[in-house]
């Protein structure tokens, strides 16, 4: 089967910087995809990796690391309106992928 | 550039009636999937489908749930009957190819009353 772990939820503070683990054990790998959801909205891109590294872009960066099975969205100069679950998706090869079950990051004043 | 569109956004029904559900995803987008999200979780793939045929449909309880997408545009979920438990929301994604970043629509809450 496949396996990727999130931590549930997440606190912080408004300008502060957050990291948002996600760890996999699958049968196949071909990219990792960082994905933002409001509540009650659809899934947006974020981000992908494939080698591993950190990929900037703006006020979010994602790493990965295929050795260890790990990634890691950060997230810098927190706004409320990211406030979101953060879904943390594995691209298994041959078209499919499989998605854990998201980190609900909530921002504070 | 239209994103995938989803109709409609809530459905309201008592068990055992059917269902269904439409998706248009972004064009030329060849890729279509449906998924089925439960409160507090991730998407969970019910059927993937690369131009009109269905390639991934393993997960896709097939005694009750159907789809298909006629000349590989646009798409069609139907659940027959549907039961309390089916109580979700239906994300309907799209992806240039198999594999790439995927759009989603923004779902269809349906509740199973």
């Known amino acids: 089967g496949q396996n990727i772990d999130q931590p549930t939820e997440m606190t912080a503070t408004e300008g502060a910087i957050v990291q948002i683990n996600c760890t996999y054990q699958?049968?196949?790998?071909?990219?990792l995809f960082w994905y933002q959801q409001h509540a009650g909205e659809a899934p947006t891109f974020l981000s992908y990796?494939?080698?591993?590294g950190l990929e900037e872009k703006g006020r979010f960066s994602s790493f990965l690391s295929r050795s260890k099975g790990y990634s890691y969205l950060l997230l810098k100069e927190l706004q409320m309106k990211d406030s979101a679950s953060y879904l943390c998706?594995?691209?298994?090869?041959?078209?499919?992928?499989?998605f854990g079950d998201g980190t609900t990051l909530t921002v504070k004043p | 550039e239209a994103g995938v569109v989803q109709s409609p956004r809530y459905k309201i029904i008592e068990k055992k009636q059917p269902v269904a559900f439409w998706c248009n995803p972004i064009?030329?987008?060849?890729?279509l999937y449906w998924y089925l999200q439960n409160l507090g979780q991730g998407p969970e793939l019910l059927i993937r489908?690369?131009?009109?045929?269905?390639?991934?449909d393993s997960q896709l309880p097939k005694d009750r749930f159907s789809a298909e997408r006629l000349k590989g545009v646009d798409s069609t979920l139907k659940i027959q009957p549907a039961e309390l438990g089916d109580s979700a929301v239906y994300l309907c994604?799209?992806?240039?190819?198999?594999?790439?970043?995927?759009?989603f629509g923004p779902g269809t809450r349906l509740t199973v009353l």
């Open positions: 998706a594995v691209g298994l090869g041959a078209g499919k992928s499989t």
């Open positions: 699958t049968s196949g790998f071909n990219g």
């Open positions: 994604a799209s992806s240039s190819h198999a594999g790439d970043t995927q759009y």
């Open positions: 064009s030329g987008h060849n890729t």
């Open positions: 990796n494939v080698l591993d």
């Open positions: 489908y690369e131009n009109e045929e269905a390639v991934d």
